[in-house]
């Protein structure tokens, strides 16, 4: 069991570039979420899917935000047009309720940096 | 927007002292559930209790649970220095299917050596 590993760890971009981040959840597990977390602050649910149906989505997630997840294995979170709003840490976690396991085991995230 | 809310924000303790912090959430709850983050990486698990427990333990770890109240408590005993790092508790809200977890702010502790 490797864990749940995102890509890349940092990302400084531009304002106004597009950036796509990874996400390889642990390989049994069929639940995988996105959140978003700011300095200082807890973090924030982003979206879910189980398996490759994204079932679920944040408020937060404007229309410059897509996820997917095809097949129902890694996924993908991109952000267009990136804004200085958008620097944050980008987490990803799965689970696996099927295996009577309620936690949920994070990624390191991925730091965004828009300058 | 965040549903808990964590006190104190930051604590500094000497090393074997015992830290304890309180959150505190708005709804009902399948579970509460504390994390811990050091210095800008991922989240770790510590611990869950569900909502019918009253307490629970693990190693070092204290939590506590009072629904009627929609509070919770961690207690880490014998505190060391690599404890320091910030503390999450989370919700799983009843009702809520997909199972998302609700993060309060965080304390930040700190143990000197």
């Known amino acids: 069991d490797t864990g749940v590993s995102q890509d890349p760890r940092h990302k400084i971009t531009k304002r106004g570039q597009n950036v796509t981040f990874r996400c390889d959840p642990i390989s049994e597990h069929n639940r995988l979420y996105w959140y978003r977390q700011t300095l200082g602050q807890g973090p924030e649910f982003l979206t879910y899917?189980?398996?490759?149906?994204?079932?679920?989505k944040s408020r937060l997630l404007s229309d410059r935000f897509s996820a997917e997840r095809p097949k129902g294995s890694f996924s993908t979170l991109e952000i267009q047009r990136t804004e200085q709003g958008d620097s944050a840490m980008y987490l990803c976690?799965?689970?696996?309720?099927?295996?009577?396991?309620?936690?949920?085991?994070f990624g390191p995230g991925t730091r965004l940096t828009v300058t | 927007s965040q549903q808990g809310e964590e006190d104190p924000q930051a604590l500094s303790i000497q090393e074997g002292e015992n830290a304890t912090m309180n959150c505190s959430y708005k709804t009902s709850i399948n579970n509460l559930q504390w994390y811990r983050q050091n210095s800008g990486r991922g989240l770790v698990h510590l611990i869950l209790?569900?909502?019918?427990?009253r307490e629970k333990h693990s190693g070092r770890l204290r939590v506590t649970l009072d629904t009627s109240k929609k509070s919770s408590s961690l207690l880490i005993t014998a505190s060391r220095a690599a404890d320091t790092a910030s503390y999450f508790c989370?919700?799983?809200?009843?009702?809520?299917?997909?199972?998302?977890?609700?993060f309060g702010s965080g304390t930040r502790l700190l143990v000197r050596p």
């Open positions: 989370a919700t799983e809200n009843r009702l809520d299917s997909s199972y998302k977890l609700i």
């Open positions: 209790i569900r909502s019918n427990e």
């Open positions: 899917f189980q398996n490759e149906a994204q079932l679920e």
């Open positions: 976690a799965s689970s696996s309720r099927d295996l009577g396991d309620y936690e949920q085991y």
